[in-house]
């Protein structure tokens, strides 16, 4: 990984950046279900399935935006010859952070008692 003076200075913005993310796609999650509760597309039979459904869909967005900045590394790699993050690590951490977010909000939203 090659790191600027940028990076070393700001190199905790990509963890509130992914935990920000985190808690926007819980929100998210939970307003696509409440939709789908109300038309009747599903229907939940445990409070644990809701909380596990909410995180594999913030995980899900987790991935696929790690397939995004994948991409747009091997872009800039191709084109320019300057790799980015290309780290296992990074991409662990980065997902990580998305679930811990998403934590975090369940946690808010279960303590405000207004959750499902």
């Not at 998210?28 to 869909?57: G, K």
């Not at 790699?77 to 662990?92: A, F, K, S, V």
């Not at 990580?96 to 303590?111: E, R």
Request: charged share 20%.
């Amino acid at each position: 990984m090659i790191f600027t003076p940028v990076d070393r200075v700001f190199w905790w913005y990509d963890e509130v950046a992914h935990m920000t993310g985190g808690i926007w796609a819980a929100f998210f999650s939970m307003s696509v279900f409440a939709e789908w509760r109300r038309r009747e597309f599903i229907s939940f039979q445990s409070y644990f399935v809701y909380i596990a459904c909410i995180i594999a869909f913030v995980f899900m967005i987790g991935v696929v935006w790690e397939w995004y900045e994948f991409g747009l590394d091997e872009y800039f790699i191709l084109r320019y010859g300057h790799p980015r993050q290309m780290e296992l690590l990074d991409t662990l951490g980065d997902l990580g952070s998305d679930v811990v977010g998403a934590a975090v909000f369940l946690l808010w939203k279960t303590k405000r008692k207004n959750f499902i």
